[in-house]
């Protein structure tokens, strides 16, 4: 069983990270594919534009950011998406990849947290 791990897109890949998976429903700004070195980009288990938008990275927002993103995720839509990510786990470590600059307020954190069960 693998571990999920996040990180920002911008540091660079290495071996340790794992299976690397895109969590950012836009891609990153500047940055190829290669650079990325995602292996999946799953845009569909972002949060909503409309979320985005609200949350606008404020940290005073961020408990209310996470427990909509967190319906969101148990969305019927986004659970084939968020059972992907249980699966690749299973096999492997898996690192959660976003573009945000605040490393302690983004979508891979809540995710993260959702995947492991820290959250509900």
């Known amino acids: 069983m693998g571990q999920y791990k996040i990180k920002r897109v911008y540091e660079e890949a290495n071996e340790a990270d794992g299976f690397r998976v895109l ?17 999946v980009w799953l845009k569909d288990v972002a949060p909503s534009t409309e979320l985005c938008r609200w949350f606008g990275h404020k940290p005073e927002r961020f408990g209310e950011f996470q427990a909509s993103y967190i319906a969101e995720l148990k969305s ?3 659970q084939p998406h968020v059972e992907r990510l249980r699966s690749w786990a299973k096999e492997q470590d898996v690192t959660l ?4 600059r605040d490393e302690l307020h983004n979508q891979a954190v809540v995710l993260k947290r ?7």
């Open 97 to 100: 990849l976003y573009a945000a």
């Open 76 to 78: 019927e839509a986004v």
């Open 23 to 39: 969590v950012d429903r836009l891609w990153p700004r500047g940055m190829t594919k290669e650079r990325v070195g995602a292996v």
């Open 114 to 120: 959702y995947l492991e069960g820290d959250v509900e």
